[in-house]
Structure formats: structure tokens, C-alpha cells
């Protein structure tokens, strides 16, 4: 299998082991190793001290995203697809034609917020490595912001806010950045509509 | 190579209380607000900077975005994969096939998928003429906002001839949709070679004129020699990447990291570096790697490998047409692609390449159906935009326009 | 007397539009191909000046995606231009909001200024964009008033 980002390295296990010994085995709730990259999915009141740990003692200077993502209605009838098992595409497998394979439960609660970094200069040529960091949380719960380790979360976090309404506590600017200010809503969630107009004569015959 | 003293960086500490913003520490009443608004004359696009001056002197900086704001990421939801291929190249739209490519490098690691070698060089071979297209734009916008209108001129006309060679792979000019999931739509046609190396000598030539104009000349030295230093350390704190960072002598590029991604693997791209962080260095790095693109333009075509331009994957790319006259299960597979589209197995990746501006990947979610459930794009321009304001500390307001030009934002990419 | 008078103001303005670089996105840059490359030189045209300011512009070229936070600076923009001014949409995006069917997104620039001439494309070439002036100095030289004419400027 053709290796498409070189920069993710060997999934880093062993991060996860010693930030189980520092901070005790609950830190890490899940680990999924996926396509070769690993996210460990941690409890969202131990984000800060998780982050600071991975900056000081594993290496991890360089913040390179933070993503929230929003699942609701992930487990919803999917379009039906054929030529592959229920658990990817193989095709030799003999599949059960137009029936959805839905996919198993993404995680608990309903948006995910996930940090992914990297290790630039605290290392040498070859051993660069990513590792996402990943907090589940629902519509009401807020979480803390990154900007007192990572000051690059800044519009990342701004951003989640403006499109998802996630709240980071702590952040001394979190107000709208993308939509204009006085728009009501979060766009990227799913229960918000794409907009847009209808095409003239769409319904005539 | 000479032995250069260590160099020491000017302390450069995260603004507080927002890193991203500045504040006036002074309550002289005269201080002026001005907005240099979503119009202006420098071609970043649509970015609105509220200044606070102390007569010439930038005391205050903030940075509003979202003039453009197109919700790519909420219309890609809608479509399936390739019917989300043309939004991507719209959002950096000056290195535009790198987007494409990333996005369909996303969607292969995710589908694990095998791209043939051709099609890898060939990606390659337009990645580089991508990087070309945004370098030109950027010299000659960046030169006009210091007042030298002349690169202008110059950089636009090589800008077409970059512009030719899309259009002779897939017709049109810009915004290609060249790149597909498993490789890439057509193969190169029969006389783009020639074209192709004709355009190597004139590109070089065209550098070397660049050099002849600015590279002495006293006032470009003058207004950008020691102005907005970066240093590394504040770089890897604020998330830049990409020329940036390899201005302040960071040897970090995602083409040779870790070996390099692609056809990168096999043509051993070394990283260009300047070691001055400041204006002078930013520009003299997209100079350098222009140059280098076009070393690498010239590898790739006396390396170029035959072999098929796209996967043989059936339940992913499309079979070719003189199949569907002959076997029954190419067109059904033509017919499941074209209305459904190929499905994707459930899961997150991503997976970075290096544009023009730095770090460009796509987080991918697969939700095991034939459209993503969510596609966010890591955008170097947005990261970059933080830093606006540590740079801008106490420096003239000529200086901010410099500056701004030499860290190259495009600003479809901050907003998407 | 005055026909004639009128025909060459007729043509002078014609021969003489003097665009209003405003670039929003991706149509930018074909614009500034326009204008300042040597193939598709648009000075030969008369718009050898392009302005950064409304208030010294005929043309506004509207190249790019207008969302809705800009609507308003757009509008603001075409207010400060003065008598007689037009106004091309470029692109797909501005015409009728391009493959951008959202909530961000207004769905042609006609929404908010009168458009004279529309020029279709993703991003259009430089060439059909020099057809669209040719084919606005064609409606001013046959005295086809702008758009404008049909619009009450507040302020």
C-alpha cells in the first residue's frame, strides 16, 4: 500500500503509553488506528494538561489543525452501495446489493473536537510524526482553548465557534470570524440548511 | 559551504491577551484608527486590516476575515467525490492543483487505493506548475504593493505560458479539475513535451531577468532587508509553515519530509532555506524555489515512466470507453459510478502536501457512503494571518503592506 | 448639432472605460491577467488606467464570489463611483452565484447593483472578458443608457 503522507510516521503508541503513566490509565478513553494514523480520544477536562505534556516532554511543537466535526445523523440511512462487504470496499466479496452499510457509531456524544500536531523541529529529518488528540462533547458543553500552548488555535478555535458553535472557555476573543457578526445560526452543523436558491422551474413540468 | 555564525533571533513573544491581535499600550489621544478595507489595491483578495497609528507607526492591528466566505466545506457534503473535485482548487485558488491533489490524495488513503507511477510524475510535473503560477502572482503583486510595477508585467507574462500548459492538458486556464481519484483524467498530450521543454530555458531566462531587477536593487533592499523578522521559534509557536518558516532557516518541507510524498519519494527534492527571516528572505526563498520547481520540471520529464495514467480500479474509476461496447460489467460499473458515485469506508484521515503557502491537507471523514460527511481543509493562510500582528509590532504602515505581501495570504483559502 | 455632439461623447465614453480593480477571488486574477499582460493588453481598449479608488472609475468589474459580508462594501463601492457607470459581472459567481448554491453566498451580484453586461466562464478567459467590454462599448456607442439609469441612489 502506497504511503500518501510520509509525515504521519509510525503511529505513535508510545506517547500514548506515557501519557497513560503521567496522568493514570482513564486519560486515554480509545485509541483508533485508522489508514495508519492514531487518534487517542481523551475526557475534555484533560485537554490542556494532555497538550501541555505532548509540547514538553514528547516534542510536539507545531499545532497543525483543529477540526470540529459534527455527527449527528451519522448513523442514518446511508445510500445503498454495492460491490463491497459492510466493512469497506473488497472486491472479491459477494455483496448484498442495495443495502446501506452503516457505519458503527463514530463516538459518544455528538461534535468532536480534533487537535492534530506534529513534530517539526524537535527532531531530525525522517522522524517526523503526527498525532491526533480528539474530545467528544455535546451542544451545551464548552471546552478549554489551546491558545495558552498552542497561541496558533487561535482562528482555528474562532472558527469551530462561528461554524459549529462550540464554546472555548478561556479564549479572549471568541467572537464570529468567517460569518458576518450579526448572523444567527452555525452553518457547518447538520441541522442548519445549505441555503442557497431554488433553480427557477424546478418543479414545473 | 561557508560556516555561518549561529544567528541570534530578536526575542519575539506571543502577543497577550489575543496572540493574534494588538493592542494600543498607550492612551495618547491622537492615535488614529484607519481601516485599510476589504478593497484595496494589493491583489491578496479581500482581507480588512484595522490599523490603530501613531502617526506612520502601526500601534494597533486587526485582522477581519470572512469576505469571501464561500461554505465549500457545507457544499461538499452534498456531492459526491468527484463531484466535490472542482469546489477544492477554488479555495487556494493560486496554487489551484495542489488542491485537487490534495483532495484526491485524501480520498485515496482513505479508500487505500493505488495510484500508478505515471500518473504520480504527472501530478508531480503540475504540482510544480501550480507552485510556479502562485510564486509569479505573488512577485508581482508583492513588488507593486512596494511600488515597483514593473515585475508586474514580467511575472504575468510568464504566468501565461504557465497557464498554456494547463490549458493544453485539459482546456482550461485555471481551476483544471486535471486531477482524479487514482491518478489523473487524461494523459499528456502528443506535443506537450516539446512545449513543456521549451518552457524550462524561457523560465530560467525569466529568473535571472527577475534577479536583474530587484536583487540589487537599493530601495527593494532598503524597504525589505530587516523588516518583520520572523524567528523559528515564534514560527513554530504561531503554526507557520512552508516558505515562511524556511526563511527563518528551517529546513522543514513536506516535499523531502520523511522522503516526501508521491513521486517526491523518487526525486530526492532538497529544501530551499534562507536564513534571514525577514522580508528580503521570504521573497528570495519563492525566487530560490522557483528555480527549484523548475530543476524538478526538468527531472520529471526526462524521468517521465509510461505505463497507465489512472487506476484500474473499476468500482472507483470510471472504465474506459471502448469498454462499455464489449462487457456488460464495465457498464454497469460505469453506471454505478455516474449516478452513485463510489463509496468510501467509514473513518477519518488526513493527509497534508505542501502548497505553495505552506502545510495544505484535508481532514476527510467517511461515513462508508458515496458523498463525505465532512471535508475540512487545513489552510496555511488562515495560520498565517495570525501572525500579522506580532510582525507588525511599531513598524511603519509602508512596512504592513510589505510585510502582509511577503507572507502571502490568498484569501479564498483563510475563508473557504 | 447635438446628435453629433452626443455621439462623440457617446464614443469617448466607450473608448475610455476606466476599470475599477476589484478583485474578490479566483476572477482576480484572470482580470489582472487583463490588464496587465501582454496578450490580452486591455490599454489598446482605452482602459488603460485602473484605478484603486471608486470615485475615478466607470467600470466596476465584480470578479469573484460575493458573499454576503461584502454585499454591503460592494454596495457602498458602486455609490461612490460617479455618472455614467456600469458594471460587468464576471464569472459565473457573480452572475448568478457559479456552482455556490449556499447560505454564504449571494446568488448573483444583480442582487445588489443593476448589471450592464454579464460575462459567463469559471474563471472566463481574458479574451471573452476583453469581448464583454466590447460588447458594453458596442451598447454605449448605440446609446443604450447603464444600468444605472434604472436606480434610485440613496444618499
Not at chain 1, 15 to 41: C, K, M
Not at chain 2, 238 to 248: C, H, I, V
Not at chain 2, 307 to 331: A, F, N, W, Y
Request: proline letters at 6%; a negative charge; charged letters at 25%.
Amino acid at each position: 500500500m502506497q504511503v500518501n503522507s510520509p509525515t504521519w510516521g509510525e503511529p505513535d503508541n508510545g506517547a500514548g503509553d506515557r501519557l497513560g503513566d503521567e496522568f493514570g490509565a482513564g486519560v486515554i478513553i480509545r485509541r483508533v488506528e485508522h489508514r495508519g494514523e492514531l487518534t487517542l480520544d481523551i475526557p475534555v477536562d484533560r485537554l490542556l494538561d494532555v497538550c501541555g505534556f505532548l509540547r514538553d516532554h514528547e516534542g510536539y511543537d507545531l499545532l497543525s489543525d483543529v477540526t470540529a466535526v459534527d455527527y449527528l445523523g451519522y448513523q442514518g440511512e446511508v445510500a445503498g452501495y454495492w460491490g463491497g462487504g459492510s466493512d469497506g470496499r473488497d472486491i472479491n466479496h459477494y455483496s448484498h446489493s442495495g443495502k446501506a452499510a452503516v457505519p458503527e457509531a463514530a463516538g459518544p456524544k455528538r461534535f468532536a473536537v480534533s487537535t492534530t500536531l506534529c513534530k517539526v523541529m524537535t527532531v531530525t529529518d525522517g522522524n517526523h510524526r503526527r498525532l491526533r488528540i480528539r474530545v467528544w462533547l455535546d451542544d451545551n458543553e464548552s471546552i478549554s482553548t489551546l491558545i495558552s500552548v498552542y497561541p496558533s488555535a487561535d482562528f482555528h478555535e474562532r472558527e469551530a465557534f462561528d461554524l459549529m458553535g462550540i464554546t472555548f472557555e478561556g479564549h479572549p476573543n471568541l467572537r464570529r470570524i468567517l460569518m458576518p457578526d450579526d448572523w444567527g445560526g452555525h452553518p457547518q452543523r447538520k441541522d442548519y440548511p445549505i441555503g442557497g436558491e431554488p433553480v427557477q422551474f424546478s418543479d414545473e413540468v | 559551504m561557508a560556516v555561518t555564525e549561529p544567528r541570534i533571533w530578536p526575542t519575539q513573544k506571543v502577543l497577550q491577551p489575543t496572540p493574534s491581535e494588538l493592542y494600543p499600550s498607550s492612551d495618547n489621544p491622537d492615535l488614529l484608527e484607519i481601516n485599510l478595507g476589504p478593497n484595496h489595491p494589493s491583489t491578496h483578495g479581500v482581507l480588512r486590516v484595522v490599523t490603530t497609528l501613531d502617526g506612520e507607526i502601526v500601534v494597533g492591528l486587526k485582522c477581519e476575515v470572512g469576505y469571501v466566505h464561500t461554505g465549500i466545506e457545507k457544499n461538499i457534503e452534498q456531492k459526491t467525490y468527484w463531484k466535490a473535485i472542482p469546489y477544492v482548487p477554488r479555495m487556494d485558488y493560486l496554487s489551484f492543483f495542489s488542491g485537487e491533489t490534495a483532495f484526491c490524495m485524501a480520498t485515496e488513503k482513505a479508500l487505500e487505493l493505488e495510484v500508478p507511477r505515471r500518473a504520480e510524475w504527472i501530478r508531480v510535473l503540475f504540482q510544480e506548475l501550480a507552485r510556479l503560477h502562485s510564486h509569479l502572482v505573488f512577485l508581482g503583486t508583492g513588488s507593486v504593493d512596494l511600488g515597483g510595477i514593473a515585475l508586474l508585467f514580467y511575472c504575468f507574462r510568464a504566468r501565461d505560458e504557465v497557464l498554456d500548459l494547463f490549458e493544453m492538458v485539459c482546456g482550461a486556464r485555471m481551476h483544471p479539475r486535471y486531477c482524479q481519484v487514482g491518478g489523473v483524467a487524461d494523459d499528456l498530450p502528443k506535443g506537450f513535451e516539446a512545449i513543456c521543454r521549451k518552457f524550462i530555458p524561457f523560465m530560467r531566462n525569466q529568473l535571472d531577468q527577475y534577479d536583474e531587477l530587484i536583487g540589487a536593487n537599493p530601495i527593494w533592499l532598503g524597504r525589505t532587508k530587516g523588516v518583520g523578522v520572523l524567528s523559528p521559534e515564534f514560527a513554530m509557536q504561531m503554526g507557520l509553515t512552508g516558505p515562511n518558516l524556511r526563511a527563518s532557516g528551517v529546513p522543514y518541507d513536506l516535499r523531502s519530509a520523511n522522503g516526501g510524498y508521491g513521486a517526491y519519494r523518487e526525486l530526492d527534492y532538497t529544501p530551499v532555506v534562507e536564513q534571514g527571516g525577514d522580508v528580503h528572505a521570504r521573497f528570495r526563498v519563492r525566487i530560490e524555489e522557483m528555480r527549484a520547481s523548475v530543476d524538478l520540471i526538468e527531472k520529471v520529464l526526462d524521468g517521465m515512466p509510461g505505463g497507465p495514467i489512472i487506476s484500474d480500479d473499476r468500482k472507483v474509476v470510471l472504465p474506459p470507453r471502448h469498454e462499455l461496447h464489449t462487457s456488460m460489467e464495465s457498464l454497469i460499473h460505469h453506471f454505478k459510478l455516474v449516478t452513485e458515485g463510489f463509496t468510501v469506508p467509514a473513518g477519518e484521515v488526513y493527509a497534508p502536501i505542501e502548497s505553495a503557502r505552506g502545510e495544505f491537507g484535508f481532514h476527510l471523514i467517511a461515513d462508508g457512503g458515496p458523498k463525505p460527511w465532512r471535508v475540512r481543509l487545513r489552510s496555511p493562510s488562515l495560520v498565517l494571518l495570525q501572525s500579522l500582528a506580532a510582525l507588525c509590532e511599531g513598524v511603519y504602515l509602508a512596512d504592513l503592506i510589505a510585510i502582509l505581501a511577503s507572507i502571502d495570504p490568498v484569501l479564498g483559502d483563510v475563508d473557504r | 448639432m447635438t446628435t453629433s455632439l452626443e455621439k462623440i461623447f457617446k464614443m469617448a465614453t466607450a473608448n475610455s472605460m476606466w476599470p475599477f480593480g476589484f478583485g474578490l477571488a479566483c476572477c482576480a486574477m484572470e482580470m489582472i491577467a487583463m490588464i496587465s499582460s501582454a496578450r490580452y493588453d486591455v490599454a489598446r481598449f482605452g482602459s488603460e488606467v485602473v484605478r484603486a479608488t471608486p470615485r475615478q472609475s466607470d467600470l466596476m468589474i465584480v470578479s469573484g464570489r460575493v458573499a454576503h459580508k461584502m454585499a454591503e462594501p460592494i454596495r457602498q463601492l458602486y455609490e461612490q463611483m460617479l455618472e455614467p457607470k456600469y458594471v460587468m459581472a464576471m464569472g459565473a459567481c457573480s452572475s448568478t452565484g457559479g456552482m455556490f448554491s449556499n447560505y454564504s453566498i449571494l446568488q448573483g451580484v444583480d442582487k445588489i447593483v443593476p448589471v450592464d453586461v454579464y460575462v459567463p466562464g469559471c474563471p472566463p478567459r481574458p479574451e471573452a472578458v476583453v469581448e464583454g467590454l466590447m460588447v458594453l462599448q458596442e451598447r454605449i456607442k448605440s446609446g443604450i443608457p447603464s444600468a444605472s439609469i434604472n436606480q434610485e441612489t440613496q444618499s
